[in-house]
């Protein structure tokens, strides 16, 4: 939560990045890398990549989420304030459900 | 001036902002859909599981909601550039690839059902309908809007200078795309590696 | 029968209603303990005794707390209560951080205090009893409880003996179609003067320990919302010595006899085995006759049915007239849904001829 | 009602808003916050009587022993319907109506930052509730209890399947609510109000609405699959298939656990703006305020699975949350000795208002410590299910919550009516209520520490030598709470008839909302006022001298009702709206469709919701309102 922002005083809402949105091309230029990476990731399913597998899936993906959340939704250049919004939910949800998933493996009474 | 624009403590449009709280709370809904899929991939009743997948028919209906994401963001670059033309065709093309997309679904669903695995049979095909069959819910309702922000600039309901608009429509869209980069990896991809393929 | 004499006239009577006319205070009844077969609060065996002692001590920060706070509330709102015509405004103090610390970390250690004799006891309760121990396993259904002691190969229902001063560790799951792992729903074993409770969930194996000091009858219930008749499910324990309880195996070990042929029980065995049209007892109700079938069904084994003293999830006595009155129509005596769902015992319209032969023959079964 | 007018897409202009501010439809179709309040207020008030209707029923089958006044089938939906009516139809409900009512006056603000949204919600809410109960005429209410419990309730023949779809109608109104207040706080506090000058209510009232945002969601998953498997034969819950039980537990509670913060939480903020008026200070310790509220939501998300320590979990987990339990009892703590330190000192007029905040801070407290009771697991086997821990969360409900809007009621009442509520009346209110309330739940702190479970139909005979007395006097105490609450329904009728007037200011109060007319106008402030410190209606009525007393202001207390001073040609409000009440009705097809798997009725709501969605869309907020105009300020 942005406490300490002070009412009024949009500074760090502005940014100061409006003008910089990426243009058509590079645009482009983002969606070329993430088909790339989809490319890479769908491979794992036709090649064997032994242990490296999983953390290169799950590395892959985070890639991806956070060039599309970053360019295409413009984190990136609009306020800091989204972004925690966004990745604030994400965190919450990745600790509540992993805690749930944790109970029910550690579990010596079942 | 509406009220919805009046001057604001942080400088920020009302709608994006709402649009950001909600999209953060989204996470905490699918969330519970993954963890249910995880809990039960291995619960499949004596039906089938995982292996029924076809990832290369999964992969290319990826990649056109991937592909959606462009689209979209540059029917909002066009907006904000003032050609209206250009934002609708872009517009039209996003809510065609989330057709596509959707259609796979369906097309996947059946052969799945064909193949046995349906709603009822355990809790593997259930976790694994309700992840992605409300995710394809979030794909429509997109659709839908699209297809209204296309028809209200027709009449003239959004013009130029309200790129707001289709930048909301827009977060959306993304959002669904990135929900499903999750999905890709975590439903299809990851459990598929045992299998081995 | 040697568990109904361990256990003389220990039905609740209005002889102890006189008891509860004082109406004594919260703490004085929380330390001398008040008796009752189902209270908490009068523990008889290790392992509601640790909880016991455990939250009497917690209870006692809890009592400081209170007196604390209620007592400063007191005394702030009397002290400082504006007086008539006094309109002065008071100095306004904002806060004080020395204070505001204080009251801060001194419930953190109070609760830091109370968390490690917590975390200890979790884990010594939920252990394996060190000592050699009785297994029994527990199916809940809606709504009777079933017991199996897999040491002895005896199946009981709603009442379970066990020896006293022996650990007992139950062994708890859930169904309602006995073992057809299906419909169940989850309830809850308690006895609360042994131990605390335990839920039994459909689809996983619960654990819970209990041991009883004294030989006597405690009572329980099932504390798990489980639908219609909940407060209908309710569980005995009858802790018996070392002597008695080898009687009780003996007896629960030996099949049930066959009535002389042609006796009025004889004809009630028979239409125990087929009632026509109508679905017969013995395809929910199994009577052990040394071979055949074992075990409960749908409904409990019937085998030594007299040696409990109450039944249909032990809320009624088990005497002829009720037993009868149960059998003319189960859903008087203890609401079910055989109608709706095919949960629990149906109507089968027996007619008096056939409810006096089923009784007498039932009244042989001890 | 307009029913009829469907909407056809890309008409310019609707021709259909009331716009008069009299009259039914002028409350159908308003969009003014404060109005939205005040329709929260009286559909709680009703969902009250009928929560509390319910539980009269409870409290005489359980007078006595072996009683059967109701079959155990009706008493099982009494309590799950009275279970889900105290919480989702009146204590959510109820703290929505001072959210609305209050938010805006607070920060400053003429209304929430989406007021058709708000509607939306209220309608939502309405429906909600009449669609759970139109479950009473269609063949049985929810019997399965407030939490729902699979694999029992994901089962065709329960009633619960009314439930489900019910709570995710409650759910959808308090997710946009939470939005809305979120975007309203963050973004249209006056000039000045910075996070750490807002009353604490508004600070409250955000964390609830996050808690909301964060909980809302997933308890919607979980019901969406019990509505399946009750519904259209899903496996989620069903353990024939391997489907786990205990899923659904954790997921309600995920829910649940933060659910019975947001029901506290804004009845602290209430609290914690009462108490500092009628003591004549300041909030005691501002700061360690908003952030111990903050604690207890961040807290109280992680805590869930202590209504589980008694299910098929293990050692480590139980262990583990019964410790994250114990604490929240720390930043609670705070709280407590942070308002009885607002008093310390002070000059305490002894108002209806704060009688029943001292009431509050009192009764929760012993609700607080039975809870730390309850978290001490070994023990925790023996309290869980039985009437020690339905003690526990009447305390902190009815002790706590109701104690905590009460006293709201009777302060702000003079705001929103212009018109004081009878002390004389109040008082007797409250000390009827206060002993109602602890004859009725006092009791079961011990009923159930001698055994007596709870959700049970009957009281058994042989737990009935130990227990009647009690469940005798918890009886009483019902009819006790009863007549109480007549006089209290009393009095706000009377009050609102004949109430004695009470102009702007009748507490010498400290923050925004009573700086302006009374009632206020529906642009709420002539002049959006321009905030200088905390409590700033205080400051501009009193300075301070050395010692920290306060001098009055000569002229320092203007009231903003100075026609002159306000631009009223520039104020441009929204305009009334049907839409939000039309789009919600489609609920209604929908919800039925879902409950009895039929397709038409489903495809019907969604076509009506989604017409009605366009309708709403196109209509401008306000008339003559391009929208957006080309300077949109977030555009660059
Ligand atoms: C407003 C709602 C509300 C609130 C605020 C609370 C607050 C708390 N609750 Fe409660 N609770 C419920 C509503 C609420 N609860 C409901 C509805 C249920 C039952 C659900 C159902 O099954 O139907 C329930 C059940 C419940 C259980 C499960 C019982 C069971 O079924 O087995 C537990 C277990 O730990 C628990 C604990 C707590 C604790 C530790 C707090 C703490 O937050 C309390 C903290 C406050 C204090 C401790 C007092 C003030 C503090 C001080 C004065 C400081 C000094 C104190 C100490 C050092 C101890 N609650
Ligand atoms: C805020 C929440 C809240 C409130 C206020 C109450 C209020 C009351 N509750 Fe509570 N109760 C719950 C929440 C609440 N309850 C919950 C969550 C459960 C668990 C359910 C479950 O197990 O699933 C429960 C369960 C519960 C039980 C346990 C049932 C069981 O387990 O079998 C009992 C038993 O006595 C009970 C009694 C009461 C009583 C006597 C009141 C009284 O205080 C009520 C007093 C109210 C009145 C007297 C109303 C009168 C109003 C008027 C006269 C106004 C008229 C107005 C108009 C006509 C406009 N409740
Ligand atoms: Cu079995 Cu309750
Ligand atoms: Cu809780």
Redesign the pocket.
């Known amino acids: 939560m942005a406490d300490t922002t002070q009412a009024g005083a949009p500074a760090e809402a502005e940014g100061g990045a409006d003008g910089h949105h990426p243009t058509q091309q590079e645009y482009i230029r983002i969606a070329v890398v993430l088909a790339i990476l989809t490319a890479l990731e769908v491979s794992t399913y036709y090649f064997e990549f032994g242990r490296a597998a999983l953390p290169l899936l799950i590395v892959l993906m985070a890639i991806k989420f956070v060039m599309v959340a970053g360019f295409f939704m413009h984190l990136r250049f609009d306020t800091k304030l989204f972004g925690r919004f966004l990745y604030t939910g994400l965190a919450w949800a990745v600790v509540l459900y992993t805690l749930t998933l944790l109970v029910f493996v550690v579990d010596a009474n079942q | 001036m509406s009220v919805a624009t009046h001057e604001t403590s942080m400088g920020l449009d009302h709608r994006k902002l709402a649009m950001w709280i909600f999209l953060a709370s989204e996470f905490l809904f699918f969330g519970a859909f993954v963890s249910a899929y995880l809990l039960y991939l291995d619960t499949t009743n004596r039906g089938p599981g995982v292996e029924i997948f076809d990832i290369p028919f999964t992969s290319v209906s990826s990649f056109v909601l991937l592909m959606s994401s462009l689209t979209m963001v540059l029917a909002h670059n066009s907006h904000v550039r003032g050609d209206m033309r250009g934002m609708r065709l872009w517009i039209l093309a996003t809510a065609g690839q989330g057709m596509v997309f959707l259609g796979g679904q369906v097309y996947e669903f059946t052969v799945f059902f064909r193949e046995g695995l349906d709603l009822t049979q355990s809790p593997f095909a259930s976790s694994f309908f309700f992840l992605t069959g409300f995710h394809g819910a979030h794909v429509f309702i997109g659709v839908l809007i699209l297809l209204g922000l296309y028809s209200l600039s027709l009449t003239g309901k959004v013009k130029v200078g309200q790129d707001v608009k289709t930048e909301m429509v827009g977060l959306y869209w993304h959002f669904v795309d990135i929900i499903w980069v999750i999905i890709f990896t975590v439903v299809y991809l990851i459990p598929e590696l045992r299998v081995g393929g | 029968m040697t568990v109904r004499d361990a256990t003389p006239g220990r039905r609740p009577t209005t002889g102890r209603r006189a008891r509860r006319t004082a109406l004594a205070a919260a703490l004085a009844l929380v330390l001398a303990a008040c008796s009752g077969e189902q209270n908490a609060l009068d523990p008889a065996g290790p392992y509601a005794q640790a909880p016991h002692d455990l939250i009497i001590w917690v209870f006692g920060?809890?009592v400081v707390?209170f007196v604390l706070?209620q007592g400063l509330i007191l005394f702030t709102t009397w002290r400082f209560r504006r007086r008539e015509g006094d309109d002065a405004i008071p100095a306004q103090t904002h806060g004080n951080t020395k204070l505001e610390v204080l009251?801060t970390v001194?419930?953190a250690l109070?609760?830091a205090a109370i968390s490690v004799p917590t975390v200890q006891l979790i884990f010594e309760q939920m252990d394996e009893p060190e000592a050699e121990y009785l297994t029994v396993e527990v199916i809940g259904h809606r709504w009777w409880f079933e017991y199996y002691y897999p040491d002895y190969d005896i199946y009981t229902a709603n009442e379970m003996a066990i020896p006293v001063g022996v650990p007992v560790r139950l062994e708890m799951t859930a169904t309602d179609l006995a073992r057809a792992a299906d419909l169940g729903v989850i309830h809850s074993f308690w006895i609360p003067r042994l131990a605390g409770k335990q839920d039994l969930v459909p689809g996983h194996t619960t654990y819970l320990n209990l041991q009883a000091d004294e030989p006597g009858r405690y009572l329980g219930q099932c504390a798990e919302y489980c639908g219609l008749s909940h407060a209908n499910m309710r569980a005995r324990v009858v802790a018996l010595d070392a002597g008695d309880f080898e009687a009780w195996v003996a007896d629960q070990t030996t099949p049930a006899d066959v009535p002389a042929e042609g006796t009025l029980e004889a004809r009630g065995r028979e239409l125990f085995g087929d009632l026509g049209a109508r679905q017969a007892c013995a395809s929910c109700h199994a009577v052990w006759e040394g071979d055949g079938p074992r075990g409960p069904g749908q409904g409990p084994d019937l085998t030594n049915l007299f040696s409990r003293e109450e039944f249909a999830g032990a809320i009624h006595d088990l005497t002829p007239d009720m037993l009868r009155a149960w059998l003319a129509n189960p859903n008087e005596l203890k609401p079910m849904q055989y109608d709706v769902n095919g949960i629990g015992m149906p109507n089968l319209n027996l007619t008096d001829e056939e409810l006096d032969a089923l009784v007498a023959y039932l009244m042989t079964l001890d | 009602m307009a029913m009829t007018t469907t909407p056809t897409t890309g008409a310019p202009t609707p021709r259909f808003r009331p716009s008069s501010r009299e009259g039914i439809l002028s409350w159908i179709g308003t969009t003014d916050h404060k109005r939205i309040g005040i329709m929260y207020f009286w559909t709680v008030l009703v969902f009250f009587a009928f929560g509390g209707t319910q539980s009269g029923l409870i409290r005489a089958q359980l007078a006595q022993a072996e009683q059967s006044l109701i079959t155990a089938e009706i008493y099982n939906q009494m309590f799950t319907m009275h279970?889900i009516t105290m919480?989702f139809l009146v204590v959510m409900p109820f703290a929505a109506a001072f959210f609305n009512y209050l938010l805006p006056l607070m920060i400053g603000a003429r209304d929430v930052a989406f007021p058709r949204l708000n509607a939306f919600s209220y309608w939502f809410y309405l429906f909600g509730g009449v669609f759970l109960y139109s479950s009473f005429l269609l063949g049985g209410a929810p019997n399965g209890?407030?939490?729902g419990y699979a694999p029992l309730s994901a089962n065709a023949v329960s009633n619960m399947a009314f439930y489900a779809v019910g709570l995710q109608i409650l759910g959808v109104s308090s997710l946009a609510s939470a939005i809305n207040f979120i975007t309203t706080i963050l973004n249209m506090r006056a000039p000045g109000m910075t996070f750490m000058r807002m009353p604490i209510m508004v600070w409250m009232t955000l964390v609830t609405s996050f808690l909301l945002l964060f909980a809302v969601p997933i308890i919607a998953v979980a019901l969406f699959m019990l509505q399946f498997d009750a519904v259209f034969g899903a496996q989620f819950f069903q353990p024939a298939s391997g489907g786990d039980p205990l899923l659904y537990q954790h997921l309600f509670w995920l829910f649940?656990h933060p659910e019975?913060?947001i029901?506290?939480l804004p009845a602290m903020g209430v609290v914690s703006e009462v108490m500092p008026v009628f003591s004549r200070k300041p909030l005691f310790g501002y700061a360690a305020m908003a952030f111990a509220g903050a604690a207890?939501g961040f807290i109280g998300f992680g805590?869930w699975a202590?209504?589980m320590?008694?299910s098929a979990i293990g050692p480590v987990p139980r262990a583990a949350f019964?410790v994250a339990?114990?604490f929240?009892?720390?930043p609670?703590?705070i709280k407590?000795?942070n308002w009885v330190f607002t008093m310390w000192g002070g000059k305490i007029r002894f108002t209806t208002a704060m009688l029943f905040s001292v009431g509050f801070v009192s009764m929760?407290?012993i609700?607080?410590?039975s809870?730390?009771m309850?978290?001490v697991v070994p023990h925790?086997a023996q309290?869980?299910?039985t009437y020690f821990?339905v003690a526990?969360?009447h305390y902190?409900?009815f002790g706590?919550?109701l104690f905590g809007f009460i006293s709201g009621v009777y302060y702000w009442f003079p705001k929103v009516t212009g018109k004081l509520m009878d002390e004389k009346l109040g008082k007797l209110h409250f000390w009827t209520w206060l002993l109602g309330f602890n004859l009725t739940f006092g009791p079961m702190h011990l009923s159930g520490l001698l055994g007596q479970p709870r959700r049970t139909a009957v009281l058994p005979e042989e737990l009935g030598g130990t227990v009647e007395l009690y469940n005798l006097l918890s009886s009483l105490g019902f009819v006790v709470l009863f007549g109480s609450a007549l006089v209290f329904l009393y009095n706000l009728i009377r009050s609102l008839r004949r109430g004695e007037v009470s102009g702007d200011d009748p507490w010498d109060a400290r923050t925004l909302e009573w700086m302006t007319a009374t009632p206020p106008k529906p642009h709420n402030f002539d002049e959006i006022p321009t905030i200088t410190a905390r409590d700033e209606f205080w400051h501009r009525k009193y300075a301070e001298d050395e010692q920290h007393v306060p001098v009055p202001v000569p002229a320092g207390a203007s009231v903003d009702t100075d026609e002159h001073a306000g631009h009223g040609e520039h104020i441009h409000m929204p305009d009334a709206s049907v839409w939000p009440f039309i789009h919600t009705m489609g609920v209604l097809p929908l919800g039925y469709g879902l409950v009895y798997a039929n397709w038409w009725l489903i495809g019907a709501g969604v076509v009506w919701m989604v017409a009605g969605f366009f309708g709403w869309i196109i209509e401008p907020l306000a008339e003559g309102d391009d929208d957006e105009p080309a300077t949109a300020l977030a555009a660059h």
């Open positions: 920060i809890a707390v706070v009251w001194i419930p109070i609760l | 279970g919480v209890s407030w939490v649940g019975v913060y029901m506290i207890i805590v202590h209504h320590f008694t019964s339990t114990m929240i009892a720390v609670t703590g407590i000795f929760f407290t609700g607080g410590l809870g730390v309850h978290a925790n309290q869980h299910d821990v526990h969360f902190v409900l706590g919550a």
